[in-house]
């Protein structure tokens, strides 16, 4: 419907408002364009129609020629209302080179959003807004179409663009919903799949900045940026079985087992090129599934431009990124996993976003997402605007995002990237370049709102769904009820347990002993937070080698230290994290470009590390006393914590079903004779020992398990004498007999 045309002798002049249109300024093209009743029974019509010769409209078989205006693309008919349809006007346009379309007048529909909804929408609370904001198809008085709309309060003019019309912004201009901000117009006779953008004009400045929709569901593939609109799913769930055990799950005292990975390089295709949801899925499955995680964890999903940010950097909040198929697509991998016992958690990303110019920086021409100043709305160490939590509108597009996720994918729980980032205002900001709150603090109060009421909002609506904080400071309460004065999330990130536990294993073992309250300490704090205990990416990547490489000692001892800092990962109080590759012993650094080095499968000491991987989640799966209380005291006591001079620890988990022991050595010195206090007289099964030929040990061990003394020892009235292998772990489990 777009282009130029011929003129027509026309007498009548250009009105100033006819003039705004033409000239792509008006903020109400339905005061100018579609049927206008008028006096005396006679009506006028308008439509702005480029690259058309001839334009008519159709009324019971007849048609109505329309004059253009002189010098423009702007048609017009004026006569008896008796002459027009009873319905929607259709027009029949003729470009002049022989090709006719017929299409109906987008000026005739009446708005199509409710006043309740905009009122939601402003309050900050419509959870569901991404069922009407965006680009949705439906049906209006039999006539289908797409409807657009999209909030942009400081707009002059707002239009729909694509390949529909040429990417003019003349052809179709939206109206505005009185004061809401919000812009919309219902598209007649579009269908999914038209690729689409929003032209706008900023009234204070007059720019014009051409941007993607905030709440596209999908996108071109990079670096094309333009959203697609999308049809209505047509996935039909299996996952009902899934769904209800969620909902009244304990996670609190259930296992968690997170097996993290980037889907771009987790594996690739035969070429070297990305695989589809669906075949991921299949192959994710057989593989997290053999291993027995009870998660996976996707670094975040939501469509973005550069690959190389993982992620990080989201333009897309509503949308699976296209590299790996369709939104349905995801749904079928999301689908898949439930299908098959295992959840699926998303990073997900409302601290910051992208500065590129095609999607939510500077949306309508001002800091409309963001801040306007950079003190408040900028990070300079990742070149990333920060959202406005202020604002109603920018917190209600964060929260419906979260609940799309939830509800449209069925997602089990969100994993919301650098909180730390959101909580200070000073963050990684020297002085000087931040601004205070309203009591002169550091704390981002508006950011503090936004979380807890995301908490509230997701535990409310979606019972068993976990909300996970990556959060690295002593920020307190971060996973208390916010009725508490909590933040409210589900669990949280052990960054510095991570940090200590790496720290340790790293050292050569001939000085493990001045540092022994590195494993220690993480004792004093366990239980003030419902901690994760994350090996995740960012531990492996950006130089800081994989997790094999940070193991000192020969080539043998690199393995053995491995293989204790998963299983002491696996019995430490705390939900576990692994990143991809970590599971058969990954040896360079993970590289987003490339796949997983799958091949080191075929060597026996990295498939020993997957049989551990796989034993050590049957284990924690299986004995309560591994989770039931990993968030409570009760559920973790000492034996020997104080033996730094033979780096050996020794302490007990405990369930209501029983106990388990657990002795770590991590020296390469074998410890016959290693003497360990017990409470209870019988045989002592070792269900684990880490250096088992099976996992590419030495072998040594206890025979299956060894019996008891009346012998007190470590304050105990009994006692055991064990063997502890090299680098190496034991667990035990008391038995009346053996």
């Known amino acids: 419907m777009c282009g130029g045309g011929t003129a027509v002798p026309w007498s009548r002049p250009i009105t100033p408002e006819i003039k705004k249109l033409v000239e792509a300024r008006h903020h109400d093209p339905f005061a100018v364009l579609g049927h206008h009743p008028g006096t005396a029974g006679e009506s006028v019509v308008r439509a702005f129609a480029p690259d058309t010769a001839r334009l008519a409209i159709l009324s019971g078989g007849q048609r109505l020629p329309m004059e253009r205006h002189p010098g423009t693309d702007l048609f017009e008919w004026r006569g008896k209302t008796a002459l027009l349809p009873g319905g929607h006007l259709e027009f029949e346009r003729d470009n002049g080179r022989g090709e006719q379309q017929r299409y109906f007048d987008p000026y005739g529909f009446p708005p199509q959003l409710s006043d ?46 694509g390949d529909f019309n040429a990417w003019d912004g003349r052809c179709h201009p939206m109206r505005v919903r009185g004061g809401s901000g919000v812009w919309e117009l219902f598209i007649p006779g579009l269908t999914p799949g038209a690729c689409y953008k929003y032209e706008l004009r900023n009234r204070a400045t007059g720019e014009v900045v051409l941007k993607t929709d905030p709440y596209g569901q999908r996108f071109e593939m990079r670096p094309a940026t333009a959203a697609i609109v999308e049809a209505r799913s047509g996935h039909a769930w299996q996952d009902g079985a899934w769904m209800a055990r969620r909902a009244g799950s ?101 601290g910051h976003f992208p500065k ?132 409210g999330f589900s669990m949280k990130w052990n960054m510095g347990w991570m940090h200590d536990t790496l720290e340790y294993m790293s050292r050569d073992p001939l000085y493990r002993s001045h540092h022994h309250s590195l494993l220690t300490f993480s004792l004093l704090y366990a239980f003030n937070e419902n901690f994760v205990l994350p090996f995740s990416h960012d531990e492996v990547v950006h130089l800081k080698r994989s997790l094999l490489d940070k193991m000192p000692g020969d080539a043998w001892q690199r393995f053995a230290n491995l293989r204790l800092l ?80 033979r780096s050996v620890l020794s302490f007990r988990r405990h369930s209501d079903a029983g106990d388990v022991l657990v002795i770590c050595n991590f020296t390469p010195v074998p410890r016959p004779g290693y003497r360990v206090g017990v409470d209870r007289s019988g045989f002592y099964r070792e269900l684990l020992n880490t250096d088992s030929r099976h996992y590419g040990g030495s072998d040594m061990g206890n025979g299956g398990g060894v019996s008891s003394r009346p012998e007190a020892w470590n304050d105990r009235p009994h006692s055991i004498e064990l063997t502890l292998p090299p680098l190496a772990m034991v667990v035990l489990r008391h038995e009346e007999h053996p």
């Open 250 to 350: 304990d996670w609190l005292h259930q296992p968690l087992s997170i097996y993290e990975l980037h889907l771009g390089s987790w594996q690739r295709d035969s070429g070297g090129g990305f695989l589809n949801y669906r075949e991921l899925a299949q192959r994710l499955v057989e593989h997290v599934g053999g291993l027995g995680f009870t998660h996976i964890e996707l670094l975040p999903v939501t469509e973005h431009p550069l690959d190389a940010s993982w992620g990080y950097q989201s333009t897309g909040f509503f949308a699976p990124t296209s590299r790996f198929g369709t939104p349905d697509d995801f749904r079928y991998f999301v689908d898949l996993c439930h299908q098959a016992g295992i959840g699926v958690l998303l990073d997900w990303v409302p």
């Open 356 to 487: 590129d110019r095609h999607a939510l920086a500077r949306f309508d021409g001002s800091a409309l997402y963001e801040h306007e100043d950079p003190r408040l709305g900028e990070h300079r160490e990742w070149g990333t605007y920060i959202f406005n939590y202020g604002r109603n509108e920018v917190r209600n597009f964060l929260l419906a995002s979260a609940m799309y996720w939830l509800e449209e994918f069925h997602i089990d729980g969100l994993r919301v990237d650098a909180v730390a980032s959101m909580l200070y205002r000073d963050y990684s900001r020297p002085a000087g370049e931040w601004l205070p709150n309203i009591h002169g603090g550091r704390e981002n109060l508006e950011a503090i709102a936004f979380l807890r009421e995301l908490n509230e909002v997701v535990h409310a609506r979606h019972p068993g769904a976990m909300v996970i904080a990556e959060e690295s400071t002593a920020w307190p309460m971060v996973s208390r009820p916010v009725w508490l004065g909590g933040l």
């Open 566 to 645: 998963y299983a002491y990962l696996f019995t430490h109080p705390g939900k576990k994290l692994l990143f991809m590759g970590g599971e058969f012993a990954q040896g360079r650094e993970w590289n987003h470009d490339t796949a997983l080095d799958w091949q080191l499968l075929e060597l026996p000491a990295h498939q020993g590390i997957q049989r551990l991987i796989s034993d050590l989640n049957r284990l924690y799966r299986g004995q309560p006393a591994l989770h039931q209380h990993d968030f409570d005291a009760r559920g973790f006591s000492w034996v020997d914590c104080e033996d730094a001079a």
């Open 116 to 161: 309740y909804d905009l009122h939601l929408f402003g309050e900050g609370h419509h959870w569901h807004v991404y069922r009407h904001l965006g680009a949705t198809p439906r049906v209006v008085d039999g006539v289908p179409g797409v409807l657009f709309a999209t909030w942009a309060p400081n707009a002059e003019r707002a239009s729909v663009v």
